[in-house]
Nanobody, 123 residues
Framework: QTQLVESGGGLVQPGGSLRLSCIAS????????IAWFRQAPGKEREGISC????????NYTDSVKGRFTVSRDNSKNTVYLQMNSLKPEDTAVYYC????????????????WGQGTQVTVSS
């Protein structure tokens, strides 16, 4: 079965950290660009970071720059999102997505979605 599975979400206090993982099964992530998205209650889904297959191209939306770091380990078929200095406004369901790279955006044309993992930042 071809799927992406996120893990690592949970409840954390403001200022805390979490590391999300996105693991592929049924296919190799090695040749795919990956994007992380999030969707907060009542809001539209927001793209927050992209990484291409060899980690040469990485980008972040402004709201997470300097706090979040995306990385990947193709040998483990896994992509990570390290989230530091978390704020209540980071509360959302976080999704990873994979697809071939769109050169203009350095983000994937999404073919696969994960099911999401909840991140809640609250004291």
């Amino acid at each position: 079965q071809t799927q992406l599975v996120e893990s690592g979400g949970g409840l954390v206090q403001p200022g805390g950290s979490l590391r999300l993982s996105c693991i592929a099964s049924g296919f190799s992530l090695e040749y795919y660009a990956i994007a992380w998205f999030r969707q907060a209650p009542g809001k539209e889904r927001e793209g927050i970071s992209c990484i291409n297959s060899n980690s040469r191209y990485i980008n972040y939306t402004d709201s997470v720059k300097g706090r979040f770091t995306v990385s990947r380990d193709n040998s483990k078929n896994t992509v990570y999102l390290q989230m530091n200095s978390l704020k209540p406004e980071d509360t959302a369901v976080y999704y990873c997505a994979a697809g071939p790279l769109i050169i203009a955006t350095k983000c994937p044309e999404v073919e696969y979605w994960g099911q999401g993992t909840q991140v809640t930042v609250s004291s």
